[in-house]
């Protein structure tokens, strides 16, 4: 019965993700990538606010650290999938943006020199050529909005990457808190200018 419900609540968070697209697809008829995504962290990080407030009273320097950079980078993936997304189909942004699973190996190599294993590099290649059925034009050039959503998944594997750093010391909610906080900065900075 666990199995089975497991298995239902991760086809139902997939479909949740899945359909994120759409909404923020048309979403952008309506409002500008930039507020949309000031609003989103706003909300996010009032909400983290209210909710951990006495946790986050005891946040040190490093994690506020920590987290803004954390929050940066959220922000950059984010920033660049939406403007992305305003010039491709949800779809594509959807399938480029998961290529960050398929990135992070690589940067895990080129900061720790482990290499990835065989079957790593086998999927590198099947969602590369994926990539590139998906992705190029007739004449082999990418879309405008292909090639942001591609530096947006870089950005999201650079994120974990960070996190992953981070929350071996670090307390997560802070982080997480922090990370939101400085996002939706960012992200107010970017729609005023």
């Given at each position: 019965?666990?199995?089975?419900?497991?298995?239902?609540?991760?086809?139902?968070?997939?479909?949740?993700?899945g359909s994120a697209f759409v909404?923020?697809?048309?979403?952008?008829?309506?409002i500008s990538p930039s507020y949309l995504l000031a609003c989103?962290?706003?909300?996010?990080?009032?909400?983290?606010?209210?909710?951990?407030?006495k946790r986050?009273?005891?946040?040190?320097?490093?994690?506020?650290?920590?987290?803004?950079?954390a929050g940066v980078l959220l922000f950059v993936s984010y920033y660049f999938q939406t403007y992305g997304l305003k010039y491709t189909t949800a779809s594509?942004?959807?399938?480029?943006?998961?290529?960050?699973?398929?990135?992070?190996?690589?940067?895990?190599?080129?900061?720790?020199?482990?290499?990835?294993?065989?079957y790593s590099m086998a999927a590198a290649l099947i969602a590369v050529a994926g990539l590139?059925?998906?992705s190029l034009e007739g004449d082999l050039t990418v879309s405008y909005g292909d090639f942001l959503t591609l530096i947006c998944s870089i950005g999201?594997?650079?994120?974990?990457?960070?996190?992953?750093?981070?929350?071996?010391?670090?307390?997560?909610?802070?982080?997480t808190v922090m990370q939101m906080a400085a996002a939706a900065l960012c992200s107010w900075a970017a729609a005023v200018l």
């Open positions: 019965m666990i199995k089975i419900l497991a298995s239902l609540s991760l086809l139902l968070v997939t479909v949740i993700w909404v923020m697809k048309s979403s952008l008829d309506c989103r962290f706003t909300l996010a990080a009032l909400a983290l606010l209210i909710i951990f407030r986050i009273s005891r946040m040190t320097a490093s994690e506020f650290r920590y987290g803004a950079l594509k942004n959807a399938f480029i943006t998961t290529l960050y699973v398929i990135i992070v190996p690589f940067l895990h190599w080129l900061i720790s020199r482990i290499r990835p294993s065989k590139a059925l998906l999201f594997a650079l994120h974990l990457m960070c996190l992953d750093r981070y929350t071996a010391s670090s307390d997560p909610i802070r982080l």
